[in-house]
């Protein structure tokens, strides 16, 4: 029997990176997985690739309509859930005087507002004893120029998570927030990037975080399913995933 077994567990943004290194866990497991995605090359590949225990749904977060489409498809095909993890997530590089109404609507429309709606539309279905975990940033934390909208959008989530947190006591819920720093992803976080662009965030990674590498996703993975079903006496915290770079200050050489 697997870790995970009998457990039905719900990912947003599952098809790649760090959600699919989490639904990949939690199947190996032996747990039963909904994700979404939006990218039907990624849902198409999901679908071939995972197996009968994963039910892959196209789902926009940033849509209401599909939100509540999705707590339907959540309620038919699994019922109660153990763990929800609201990973679906968008950035784009700009500066304050080259974002655009369009890039900014994108972007809280996407991390901020599809995050508290799937909250509000599957928290009925999360068993007494369950648990959400969100995706954020050490954005989040640290003044990064060009990333003053995505940072906004996350620490906004962040701060849903630790009210989520009060709210869901009632019934035994905990409520957590994993926070990457760079990590070894196809888009390294940050949409429309060129492969040169992609090389220079990973060397910059590698440059300053403090373990001198980047993360993988499966460490992401690890971490998020350690706050959903190992950390039973942890509720409203934003767990670092970071290699130490918003915790750790070392001095130059």
């Known amino acids: 029997m697997g870790r995970y077994a009998g457990k039905k567990a719900v ?3 599952g098809t790649t990176g760090m959600g699919l290194a989490t639904v990949k866990a939690l199947l190996e497991g032996g747990a039963e997985v909904l994700l979404t995605g939006l990218n039907e090359k990624n849902l198409e590949a999901a679908r071939r690739e995972l197996g009968p225990r994963a039910h ?19 309620q038919e095909k699994l019922g109660e859930v153990d763990f929800v993890f609201i990973n679906a997530g968008f950035a784009r ?4 005087e080259q974002v655009t109404e369009a890039v900014y609507d994108q972007t809280f429309g996407i991390n901020t507002k599809g995050a508290f709606f799937t909250a509000q539309r599957l928290a009925p279905l999360v068993r007494k004893g369950g648990a959400f975990v969100f995706t954020t940033s050490v954005a989040d934390l640290m003044g990064s120029p060009g990333l003053s909208v995505y940072s906004g959008a996350k620490a906004a989530v962040r701060s ?29 976080g940050v949409s429309g990037a060129s492969p040169e662009d992609l090389a220079a965030f990973e ?10 590498r980047i993360g993988t996703v499966e460490e992401v ?11 039973t006496f942890t509720t409203g915290v934003e767990l670092p995933v970071d290699g130490g770079l918003t915790q750790v200050h070392l001095p130059n050489h």
Request: charge should be positive.
């Open 221 to 231: 993975a690890r971490a998020a399913l350690f706050l959903a079903f190992e950390a």
């Open 56 to 74: 892959v749904v196209r789902s926009d977060t940033a849509s209401l309509a599909d939100i509540d489409a999705l707590g339907r498809a959540v």
């Open 160 to 188: 849903f998570a630790q009210v989520f947190a009060a709210e869901l006591l009632p019934r035994g819920i905990r409520v957590n927030v994993v926070s990457p720093g760079f990590i070894k992803t196809p888009t390294m």
């Open 203 to 212: 060397q910059e990674g590698n440059t300053v975080t403090p373990m001198k």
């Open 93 to 96: 590089f700009g500066t304050l």
């Open 11 to 13: 990912v947003t943004g």
